[in-house]
Nanobody, 116 residues
């Protein structure tokens, strides 16, 4: 059974940091690219960052470049999103997505709230 479980969300003040995790099971993790998406309240889900299966290549949306870092540990079937210098507009639910060819898997998300 394929599972992606996000964790690490919470309430943080502007300028603060959080580290999200996405733990995977049920598929060959290292063969899948992993992406993080952000869905702000009342808005569409938007891509934030992605990493290849080997971890050699990463990409970021312009809004988070220089503040967020995506990484993965294939030995632990886990992907991380380190979020620094958080802003109120980063508030929302963060989802991880695993994809390879026609296969796409989603987690259920973790809530991040940036507020003073």
């Amino acid at each position: 059974q394929v599972q992606l479980v996000e964790s690490g969300g919470g309430l943080v003040q502007p300028g603060g940091s959080l580290r999200l995790s996405c733990a995977a099971s049920g598929f060959t993790f290292s063969m899948y690219a992993i992406n993080w998406y952000h869905q702000a309240p009342g808005k569409e889900r938007e891509w934030v960052a992605g990493i290849t299966g080997t971890g050699d290549n990463t990409n970021y949306a312009g809004s988070v470049k220089g503040r967020f870092t995506i990484s993965r540990d294939n030995a632990k079937n886990t992907v991380f999103l380190q979020m620094n210098s958080l802003k109120p507009e980063d508030t929302g639910v963060y989802y991880c997505n695993a994809n390879r060819a026609v296969f796409h898997y989603w987690g259920q998300g973790t809530q991040v709230t940036v507020s003073s």
